[in-house]
């Protein structure tokens, strides 16, 4: 089935050091998401990519970059993870229609990080 | 910013009817409304979208008004297992491939 897949689905790591979680897709669509999601709030967009465009949300911290090296492919990474990047980080994807507007957003199972 | 306003939070009981109304007020001409199912721990899960008037698949029917201003996910005969977090989203022009999540309602389905 084509799906969103993102590993790991759990991640620990120490303050400060980096980390990089990883999204794929075989729905080869043209546009994919990050969000990052706190315990009791709503996503959060973070950043997504138009095809090879990068578009990046004005409040997004620079200590959150990403990568997009293929369709199927990306990354996030946190150069400096601190005890507030705790949360559940939610890869998403979906496939811009002819006219400009999009179809539904299809999401990962999330990968949950844990800043020590 | 096309922003949406839900309820926070509705209660109901099994083999009810739900309804769960989304205000969307900036919507824009060309915005399609979406909504979405969250479950604890896992990634959102797509339920419905429409662009004007009634939309029915098997899990759902949205109801939206001629003004579009706002929209109405209708939940038929809900189960425990429909103890979730529903969002309902609008694009965000003139980039319709943004999206901002609102707060979403919280639906607590009783036995």
């Known amino acids: 089935d084509a799906m969103v897949i993102q590993n790991p689905r759990y991640q620990v790591t120490q303050f400060g050091k980096p980390v990089t979680l990883s999204c794929s897709q075989t729905?080869?669509?043209?546009?994919m998401y990050w969000y990052q999601q706190k315990s009791s709030q709503a996503p959060k967009l973070l950043f997504h990519?138009?095809?090879?465009?990068?578009?990046n949300e004005a409040d997004t911290p620079d200590n959150f970059q990403s990568r997009r090296p293929n369709t199927s492919f990306c990354f996030l990474d946190i150069r400096s993870p601190g005890l507030g990047d705790a949360a559940m980080y939610l890869c998403?994807?979906?496939?811009?229609?002819?006219?400009?507007?999009?179809?539904?957003?299809?999401f990962g199972p999330g990968t949950r990080l844990t800043v020590l | 910013l096309a922003k949406t306003t839900q309820p926070i939070s509705m209660d109901s009981y099994e083999g009810q009817e739900v309804n769960i109304t989304c205000s969307h007020n900036?919507?824009?001409?060309?915005?399609?409304i979406t909504w979405y199912q969250q479950f604890p721990s896992q990634g959102p899960r797509f339920i419905i979208q429409?662009?004007?008037t009634k939309v029915t698949n098997e899990v759902a029917s949205l109801f939206i008004p001629a003004d579009r201003k706002s929209s109405t996910l209708s939940l038929p005969r809900v189960s425990l297992s429909d103890t979730a977090v529903y969002y309902c989203?609008?694009?965000?022009?003139?980039?319709?491939?943004?999206?901002?999540f609102g707060s979403g309602t919280k639906l607590n389905v009783k036995p």
């Open positions: 429409g662009y004007k």
């Open positions: 989203l609008v694009g965000d022009p003139p980039d319709f491939n943004k999206f901002y």
């Open positions: 900036n919507i824009a001409t060309n915005d399609y």
């Open positions: 729905l080869n669509h043209n546009v």
């Open positions: 998403a994807t979906s496939r811009t229609r002819s006219d400009g507007s999009y179809n539904e957003q299809f």
């Open positions: 990519y138009y095809d090879k465009d990068f578009n």
